[in-house]
Nanobody, 124 residues
Protein backbone atom coordinates (compact mmCIF):
# COMPACT_ATOMS: atom_id res chain seq x y z
CA UNK A 1 0.00 0.00 0.00
CA UNK A 2 1.56 3.29 -1.13
CA UNK A 3 1.43 6.14 1.34
CA UNK A 4 2.96 9.54 1.86
CA UNK A 5 2.75 10.58 5.49
CA UNK A 6 3.44 14.15 6.55
CA UNK A 7 4.51 15.25 10.01
CA UNK A 8 6.01 18.28 11.71
CA UNK A 9 3.19 20.76 11.44
CA UNK A 10 2.13 22.91 14.37
CA UNK A 11 1.57 26.42 15.64
CA UNK A 12 4.35 28.99 15.73
CA UNK A 13 4.73 32.71 16.06
CA UNK A 14 5.69 35.00 13.21
CA UNK A 15 9.38 34.62 12.47
CA UNK A 16 9.53 31.08 13.82
CA UNK A 17 10.55 27.88 12.07
CA UNK A 18 9.12 24.43 11.42
CA UNK A 19 10.41 21.38 9.58
CA UNK A 20 7.93 19.21 7.76
CA UNK A 21 8.69 15.61 6.90
CA UNK A 22 7.17 13.37 4.24
CA UNK A 23 7.92 9.71 4.73
CA UNK A 24 6.92 7.29 2.00
CA UNK A 25 5.87 3.69 2.42
CA UNK A 26 5.36 1.25 -0.43
CA UNK A 27 7.17 3.77 -2.63
CA UNK A 28 10.71 5.07 -2.95
CA UNK A 29 11.15 8.81 -3.36
CA UNK A 30 14.43 8.06 -5.11
CA UNK A 31 12.66 6.03 -7.80
CA UNK A 32 10.11 8.71 -8.61
CA UNK A 33 10.44 11.67 -10.95
CA UNK A 34 10.07 14.37 -8.31
CA UNK A 35 8.48 15.28 -5.01
CA UNK A 36 6.93 18.48 -3.83
CA UNK A 37 5.08 20.37 -1.15
CA UNK A 38 1.79 22.15 -1.69
CA UNK A 39 -0.32 24.17 0.70
CA UNK A 40 -3.92 25.18 0.96
CA UNK A 41 -5.33 27.98 3.07
CA UNK A 42 -9.03 27.98 4.06
CA UNK A 43 -11.17 29.11 1.15
CA UNK A 44 -8.26 29.06 -1.30
CA UNK A 45 -6.94 26.69 -3.89
CA UNK A 46 -3.98 24.37 -3.41
CA UNK A 47 -0.71 25.96 -4.49
CA UNK A 48 2.75 24.62 -5.10
CA UNK A 49 5.37 25.67 -2.57
CA UNK A 50 8.52 23.75 -3.47
CA UNK A 51 9.65 20.77 -5.52
CA UNK A 52 12.73 18.61 -5.80
CA UNK A 53 14.00 16.26 -8.52
CA UNK A 54 17.14 14.68 -9.93
CA UNK A 55 17.97 13.10 -6.59
CA UNK A 56 17.90 16.49 -4.92
CA UNK A 57 20.06 18.30 -7.45
CA UNK A 58 17.22 20.44 -8.76
CA UNK A 59 14.86 22.43 -6.57
CA UNK A 60 12.20 25.00 -7.31
CA UNK A 61 10.32 27.38 -5.05
CA UNK A 62 7.30 29.61 -5.24
CA UNK A 63 8.36 33.24 -5.21
CA UNK A 64 6.51 33.77 -1.93
CA UNK A 65 8.78 31.31 -0.06
CA UNK A 66 12.07 31.56 -1.94
CA UNK A 67 14.89 32.39 0.45
CA UNK A 68 12.88 31.22 3.49
CA UNK A 69 11.99 27.58 2.73
CA UNK A 70 14.34 24.75 1.83
CA UNK A 71 13.26 21.43 0.36
CA UNK A 72 15.56 18.43 0.72
CA UNK A 73 15.54 14.69 0.32
CA UNK A 74 17.13 11.89 2.37
CA UNK A 75 17.02 8.73 0.29
CA UNK A 76 18.31 6.55 3.14
CA UNK A 77 15.29 7.57 5.23
CA UNK A 78 12.99 7.70 2.20
CA UNK A 79 11.88 11.12 3.39
CA UNK A 80 11.44 14.55 1.84
CA UNK A 81 11.71 17.58 4.12
CA UNK A 82 10.56 21.18 4.00
CA UNK A 83 12.47 23.48 6.32
CA UNK A 84 10.40 26.61 6.82
CA UNK A 85 12.08 29.67 8.33
CA UNK A 86 10.93 33.21 9.03
CA UNK A 87 7.34 32.08 8.93
CA UNK A 88 4.59 34.60 8.25
CA UNK A 89 0.84 34.44 8.94
CA UNK A 90 0.22 34.05 5.20
CA UNK A 91 2.16 30.78 5.33
CA UNK A 92 -0.64 29.23 7.40
CA UNK A 93 -2.57 26.36 5.88
CA UNK A 94 -2.57 22.64 5.35
CA UNK A 95 0.66 21.42 3.80
CA UNK A 96 0.56 18.40 1.52
CA UNK A 97 3.38 16.20 0.35
CA UNK A 98 3.17 15.12 -3.29
CA UNK A 99 5.05 12.83 -5.62
CA UNK A 100 5.23 12.28 -9.35
CA UNK A 101 5.74 8.72 -10.47
CA UNK A 102 5.72 9.27 -14.22
CA UNK A 103 7.42 12.14 -16.00
CA UNK A 104 5.85 15.52 -15.46
CA UNK A 105 5.76 18.49 -13.13
CA UNK A 106 5.70 18.46 -9.34
CA UNK A 107 4.51 22.05 -9.32
CA UNK A 108 1.09 21.48 -10.85
CA UNK A 109 -1.77 20.13 -8.76
CA UNK A 110 -3.42 18.22 -11.59
CA UNK A 111 -0.19 16.46 -12.54
CA UNK A 112 0.50 14.88 -9.15
CA UNK A 113 0.27 11.08 -8.86
CA UNK A 114 0.54 10.63 -5.08
CA UNK A 115 -0.71 12.83 -2.25
CA UNK A 116 -0.30 12.75 1.50
CA UNK A 117 -3.17 13.65 3.82
CA UNK A 118 -1.66 16.92 4.95
CA UNK A 119 -0.33 18.54 8.09
CA UNK A 120 -1.56 21.81 9.57
CA UNK A 121 0.67 24.86 9.93
CA UNK A 122 -0.56 27.90 11.82
CA UNK A 123 1.48 31.09 12.10
CA UNK A 124 0.22 33.88 14.34
Amino acid sequence: HVQLVESGGGSVQTGGSLRLSCEASGYRHSSGVCAGWFRQAPGKGREGVASIRDGGATTNYASSVRGRFIISQDNAKNTVYLQMNDLKPEDSGTYYCAAKVVEGSCSTVTAIDLWGRGTQVTVS
